[in-house]
Protein backbone atom coordinates (compact mmCIF):
# COMPACT_ATOMS: atom_id res chain seq x y z
CA UNK A 1 0.00 0.00 0.00
CA UNK A 2 1.20 3.66 -1.39
CA UNK A 3 1.35 6.12 1.78
CA UNK A 4 2.11 9.66 0.56
CA UNK A 5 2.68 12.21 3.76
CA UNK A 6 3.40 16.13 3.24
CA UNK A 7 4.71 17.98 5.58
CA UNK A 8 5.96 21.89 5.71
CA UNK A 9 2.92 23.91 5.10
CA UNK A 10 2.19 27.29 6.68
CA UNK A 11 1.41 30.82 6.58
CA UNK A 12 3.96 33.45 5.41
CA UNK A 13 4.32 36.75 4.02
CA UNK A 14 4.92 37.30 0.24
CA UNK A 15 8.65 37.15 -0.12
CA UNK A 16 9.51 34.49 2.15
CA UNK A 17 10.39 31.00 1.54
CA UNK A 18 8.66 27.88 2.23
CA UNK A 19 9.42 24.24 1.91
CA UNK A 20 7.50 21.23 1.63
CA UNK A 21 8.61 17.38 2.26
CA UNK A 22 6.45 14.33 0.94
CA UNK A 23 7.92 11.19 2.65
CA UNK A 24 7.08 7.92 -0.05
CA UNK A 25 6.11 4.80 1.64
CA UNK A 26 5.37 1.51 -0.24
CA UNK A 27 6.26 3.23 -3.98
CA UNK A 28 9.02 1.71 -5.83
CA UNK A 29 11.14 5.25 -6.01
CA UNK A 30 13.28 4.82 -8.60
CA UNK A 31 11.27 3.34 -11.47
CA UNK A 32 8.32 6.41 -11.29
CA UNK A 33 8.22 10.19 -10.82
CA UNK A 34 7.11 12.24 -8.11
CA UNK A 35 5.04 15.54 -8.53
CA UNK A 36 3.81 18.40 -6.63
CA UNK A 37 0.01 19.54 -7.35
CA UNK A 38 -1.63 22.45 -6.10
CA UNK A 39 -5.17 23.50 -5.63
CA UNK A 40 -6.58 26.97 -4.80
CA UNK A 41 -10.77 27.64 -3.42
CA UNK A 42 -12.56 27.15 -6.33
CA UNK A 43 -9.85 26.24 -9.04
CA UNK A 44 -9.07 23.14 -10.08
CA UNK A 45 -5.77 21.18 -9.44
CA UNK A 46 -2.73 22.45 -11.22
CA UNK A 47 0.88 21.16 -11.74
CA UNK A 48 3.53 22.56 -10.42
CA UNK A 49 6.67 20.55 -10.61
CA UNK A 50 7.54 17.05 -11.02
CA UNK A 51 10.98 14.72 -10.75
CA UNK A 52 11.87 11.58 -12.43
CA UNK A 53 13.35 9.74 -9.77
CA UNK A 54 15.72 7.49 -12.29
CA UNK A 55 17.26 10.78 -13.94
CA UNK A 56 16.52 13.22 -11.39
CA UNK A 57 14.97 15.28 -13.95
CA UNK A 58 13.03 18.34 -12.81
CA UNK A 59 9.64 19.86 -14.65
CA UNK A 60 8.02 23.21 -13.60
CA UNK A 61 4.94 25.16 -14.38
CA UNK A 62 5.62 28.71 -15.77
CA UNK A 63 4.03 30.12 -12.76
CA UNK A 64 7.07 28.87 -10.54
CA UNK A 65 9.79 28.72 -12.63
CA UNK A 66 12.89 29.75 -11.13
CA UNK A 67 11.32 30.24 -7.31
CA UNK A 68 10.79 26.96 -6.92
CA UNK A 69 13.06 23.82 -6.96
CA UNK A 70 11.87 20.38 -6.11
CA UNK A 71 14.54 17.45 -5.60
CA UNK A 72 14.48 14.14 -4.37
CA UNK A 73 16.32 12.11 -2.01
CA UNK A 74 16.45 8.14 -2.79
CA UNK A 75 17.52 6.82 0.33
CA UNK A 76 14.87 8.58 2.46
CA UNK A 77 12.11 7.68 -0.29
CA UNK A 78 11.45 11.92 0.03
CA UNK A 79 11.19 14.62 -2.19
CA UNK A 80 11.35 17.90 -2.22
CA UNK A 81 9.92 21.56 -3.20
CA UNK A 82 12.07 24.18 -2.16
CA UNK A 83 9.42 27.51 -2.53
CA UNK A 84 11.04 30.79 -2.52
CA UNK A 85 9.64 34.74 -3.77
CA UNK A 86 6.33 33.24 -2.74
CA UNK A 87 3.16 35.44 -4.05
CA UNK A 88 0.08 35.48 -2.87
CA UNK A 89 -0.83 33.99 -5.84
CA UNK A 90 0.46 30.89 -4.33
CA UNK A 91 -1.67 30.15 -1.74
CA UNK A 92 -3.14 26.60 -2.29
CA UNK A 93 -3.71 23.18 -0.22
CA UNK A 94 -0.78 21.51 -2.11
CA UNK A 95 -0.65 18.39 -2.79
CA UNK A 96 2.55 15.21 -3.46
CA UNK A 97 1.96 12.57 -5.83
CA UNK A 98 2.85 9.49 -7.42
CA UNK A 99 3.04 7.35 -10.55
CA UNK A 100 4.82 5.81 -13.38
CA UNK A 101 3.67 9.00 -16.18
CA UNK A 102 4.03 8.24 -19.69
CA UNK A 103 5.00 10.62 -21.95
CA UNK A 104 2.72 13.49 -22.21
CA UNK A 105 1.48 13.68 -18.62
CA UNK A 106 3.60 14.01 -16.75
CA UNK A 107 1.80 17.70 -15.83
CA UNK A 108 -1.40 16.16 -15.91
CA UNK A 109 -2.86 15.04 -12.65
CA UNK A 110 -3.72 11.38 -14.99
CA UNK A 111 -0.04 10.40 -14.92
CA UNK A 112 -0.52 10.31 -10.78
CA UNK A 113 -1.83 7.14 -9.31
CA UNK A 114 -1.25 8.13 -5.41
CA UNK A 115 -1.87 11.19 -3.90
CA UNK A 116 -1.24 12.93 -0.48
CA UNK A 117 -3.49 14.83 1.81
CA UNK A 118 -2.50 17.90 1.03
CA UNK A 119 -0.87 20.64 3.24
CA UNK A 120 -1.62 24.53 3.28
CA UNK A 121 0.51 27.14 2.07
CA UNK A 122 -1.54 30.33 2.81
CA UNK A 123 0.73 33.27 1.44
CA UNK A 124 -0.38 37.22 2.35
CA UNK A 125 0.83 40.28 2.06
Known amino acids: QVQLVESGGGSVQAGDSLSLSCVAS????????MGWFRQAPGKEREFVAS????????YYADSVKGRFAMSGNNAKNTVYLNMNNLKSEDTAVYCC??????????????????WGQGTQVTVSW
Open 26 to 33: GFTFNAGA
Open 51 to 58: IRMSSSNT
Open 97 to 114: AAGYPILGTLRSTSGYRY
